[in-house]
């Protein structure tokens, strides 16, 4: 689960379950409100081999993006409606981006990360 907080009053957050995508907001001044769930699995373009997510702040509006188990990114956009509690409006359509090509190495202790099949710098 990843999140953030668009502003003071608010939390924004996402969650991967079962290859399916859903976002939340909830109030958090003055009290804390429950979490108000969306499904965005069902918006148009889904990957279906959904693993991870996250959530982010796109100019004032929330960039919900999702990596497939194949490397591909998608993301889709979202409004906070100001209320009480605060509602999103998704656009209902998932956009590809451009993902890793490349797998990187771990780099041990003091090393720089590193493209898989490059060697070391210095040999």
């Known amino acids: 689960m990843t999140g953030y907080n668009p502003s003071v009053s608010q939390e924004v957050a996402a969650s991967v379950r079962n290859g399916q995508t859903f976002v939340g907001i909830r109030s958090v001044s003055p009290t804390v409100s429950p979490f108000h769930w969306y499904n965005l699995s069902t918006g148009l373009n889904y990957p279906t081999d959904t693993c991870t997510v996250t959530v982010n702040n796109l100019a004032n509006n929330i960039a919900v993006q999702v990596m497939t188990a194949s490397g591909q990114v998608w993301e889709m956009a979202c409004t906070v409606i100001q209320g009480t509690p605060p509602t999103l409006s998704c656009s209902n359509v998932w956009t590809p981006l ?21 060697p070391p710098t210095g040999q």
């Open 98 to 118: 451009a993902g890793p090509t490349r797998s990187l190495r771990v780099p041990s202790l003091g090393q720089q990360p590193r493209e898989t099949g490059a």
